[in-house]
């Protein structure tokens, strides 16, 4: 069977008609060998008919031949018999010559007894004869012999008889044949050859480009011509056509069909490997070859599990593979993660999907392995894994893990009657370390304190970072209470040597809490606690030290916990408070602006000042709607001030650390100003040195944010920090404020005095002004105006007061200034 293509060639049942007919054209036309055997037969039977009628002709010339002999012996026998008896020879002449001249009558020879003889006519030589011979008897009163007559007729004439009428008879015949050939020759050309060598031609040029074109006969269209041979031949060849037209229409379809799908799958965003039923690759598409490396020829008629991991052990591949076909065969589909590689050599993992590519009968005719690159996502899991687990600066164990550790080492600490030990350690003056140094200092003695803590373990002990510089250690298994003591100490002396940071050394201490299972508790949040407060008493003892719990520290770490779950709902109950300190001009002590200080007003705690619970505040995050609240209270009392005063006063606000780091931080800025309707240029932001030394770009980028639209920025408590000048020309700084340690003791201090002179220069060489704090004393007032020192703020001008008696203040200090 030839293959047929949508190109145009022929299709496939067309050349058999059209072969067919073209033979039966060139090589023995149908009409020809119709008339042949039509002839063939017609003259058989009518040369059969004609040799019968021959023959009979002949047989009945042979018997009239004989008649006549018949008739020559009775008609001549008696007056031949006559003659002899009276030897009338004259007679008897006369008698022969008559016999003679019949027709046929060739030979007459009488013998005469006894022994003569009288011979008439000749005997022919070269035909046939019939002879005939009767005796002559003379009958008296007795019969007398007389003698025998042999009449011979000569076969000629029949013989040429015969002949003319065979001659005749074959070339009417002939002719007749002829004529009928030529007669048939035109009406079966006429009514069928030229048809069937139309239908040659049409299928001859039948292709799939010109399927549209029907065979038209030459012939009236008459249901009787409908309905005979070729009016069929000519309607199955139209249905034919017609039933083409489908199947190409059909098939052209399928093509653009499978076209699509092909491209679809070729181009496919996950890879798609194709198997035949023997797990043998078929087909690769192009993102399959992107990425593993291999082009398609590499790995057609491979079986897939060689391109699982060739560095893993491959029983091991082969194994999975036994798996996947056993689940594939018995569930139909098969998921999963595998661990693949490129052919470059380099791993990946890939979530793969295998399925049965089934028939109509549902019948197996080969596999589908559908494949994606989950290298990002899984590197990206694991990466959320040991961000979950693991503290990412110092690779220990987060808070979490070690939670789950030190379960499980209560767990089996239950099952054996053994001791745990639980520590709680922070670095002593780790903040101030991280606020001077910076924090890339701070990063590497966190780091490097906790290479100190897990050298002094064990390999069954756990050492977390807890977050901040504070650190757990967990001592499953400990033989005696003095153990946890001994590992307390080791750490401290691993301690003792100094840690480069940024190129200096500088001598780090830790406090450690102890607490014990189950002496102290048998549940691990108690245990924590109590470690904590234990360590809290280490701190309290002086640093560098350890301390094992004992009931009395419960207390204060109780007294923590309370004091984050009232803060919890302090916002809500109304407990927070601002007071205001006047910030005043140096030289002439008129009030610029005012800093908002936050004051917490508890029923049970009293008045907590800001140093106590700020810190706890960043620390659980809560100093985010704390700090929002501030702004917007503060943003609306500096407003209310200038509707009352009718001028303009600034009002600072302090930002702490995780504030400004939180994403919705601007927007609070701005929505507190919009609220307030406060000018932008009104509200200061105080910024300590500690984040600006983050230094990262989301720092520069919120604060020129926040430049933009009029906010003032101030670097507050300057000094304290790494005070690297830098930062102060790349930042947009309007202010800056000079810590209260160096003012107070400018007048004591040679060097501090130097030292503030030095700022106050270097801030207005930098186009910022000065507010220096902390000033309790009229003396450094004029210290400060000696200095040029553009602002002063302290307790010598007023100290943080509630709103109604800054306004108090306020309008007495408008009186006094006016006078
Ligand atoms: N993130 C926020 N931090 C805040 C907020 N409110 C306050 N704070 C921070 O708390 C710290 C302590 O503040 P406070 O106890 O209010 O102390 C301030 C003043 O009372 C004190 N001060 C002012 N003048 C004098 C003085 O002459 N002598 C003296 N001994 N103390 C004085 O200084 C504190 C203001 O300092 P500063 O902020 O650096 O201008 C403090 O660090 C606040 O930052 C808040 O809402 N959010």
Redesign the pocket.
Known sequence: MSDTSLDGRKIKDMPDIATRLKRFRAASPLSFRLVAWILLFSSAFTLLASGIQIYSDYREDLSKIEQRMQVIESGYRSSLAQSLWALDQKHLQTQMDGILSLPDIEHLRLRIEPDSELVMGELPRDTDTLTHSFELIYRDDAEFRLGELTITASLHRVYDELRRRVGFILATQFLIIFVVSILILWIFRHLVTRHLADMADYTRDLSLRNLSRPLELDRPDTPAYQRDELGMVTEAINQMRERLIDDVTRRERDEAEIRKFSKAIDQSPSSVLICDRQWRIEYANRKFSQLTGNSPSEIIGKHPSSLIDPGVDSHEARQLWKSIRLQVQRVGVWQGEVNSTRKNGERYWEQLVVTPIKDNNGESTGYLILGEDISIRKRYEQQLLRQANYDILTGLPNRMLALDRLKLALAQARRDESKVGVMFLDLDNFKHINDTLGHDAGDTLLIEAARRISSCLRGTSTVARLGGDEFLVVLPGLNGPDASSQVAERILKTFAPPFMLSGQEVFVTTSIGIATFPDDSDNSGTLLQHADAAMYEAKHKGKSAYARFTPEMSEVSHERLQMESHMRKALELGEFEL?F?PIVDTASGGLVAA????RWNNPAMGMV???RF?PLAEETGL?IPI?EW?VKEACQAAYCWQAMTGREISIA????PR?FRDPGFTDAIMRALNDSNLRPELLEL?ITERLILDNSIETADILKQLDKVGIRLSV??FGTGYSALSYLKSYPFDTL?I??SFV?DVLKENEDASLVRAIINMAHSLGLKVVA????EEDLTHFLKAEHCDYS????YS??LPEQDFIHWLETNERANLK
């Open positions: 007071y300190q800093e908002a200080l936050l000042m800001p140093d700020i100093i700090g501030v606000v302090n930002v702490s504030q105080e507050d408590d404020k810590d209260k107070q704090e902390g000033v309790e703020q302290g307790y010598f100290r943080p």
